[in-house]
């Protein structure tokens, strides 16, 4: 059965780092499209970073650009989500998806309708 599952949630302060692994089982990792999203109380589930199956393109949210990079161990089934100089808006509940399909492409990979398996989610909270 295929499964997901993040960790490595938690506390940190305003522009520091923290690394959410995603580990995955019962399928194979490299053919899929796999993405983080967030989400806050009261607001839309949003994409933040996604990389494609195959040779792994990556696609990034605006607003994470040039400080969250998404990368994969084939080897241990697990996806990554390095994040540094993290803000106060980057704080909710992150969660680990697998798409239907392998391409990333520049507009469909965020649509959040294409993923049929998803993880129980983690916490990050970026607090002074």
């Known amino acids: 059965q295929a499964q997901v599952a993040e960790l490595g949630g938690g506390s940190v302060q305003p522009g520091g780092s923290l690394t959410l692994s995603c580990v995955t089982s019962?399928?194979?990792?490299?053919?899929?499209?796999m993405t983080w999203f967030r989400q806050v109380p009261g607001k839309e589930r949003e994409a933040v970073s996604g990389?494609?199956?195959?040779?792994?393109?990556?696609r990034y949210a605006d607003s994470v650009k040039g400080r969250f990079t998404i990368s994969r161990d084939n080897a241990k089934n697990t996806v990554y989500l390095q994040m540094s100089s993290l803000e106060s808006e980057d704080t909710g509940v992150y969660y680990c998806?697998?798409?239907?399909?392998?391409?990333?492409?520049?507009?469909?990979?965020?649509?959040?309708?294409?993923?049929?398996?998803w993880g129980q989610g983690t916490q990050v909270t970026v607090s002074s």
């Open positions: 990389l494609s199956a195959g040779l792994g393109i990556t």
């Open positions: 019962g399928f194979r990792l490299d053919h899929y499209l």
């Open positions: 998806a697998r798409a239907r399909w392998g391409r990333a492409g520049a507009i469909s990979w965020s649509n959040i309708n294409d993923y049929d398996l």
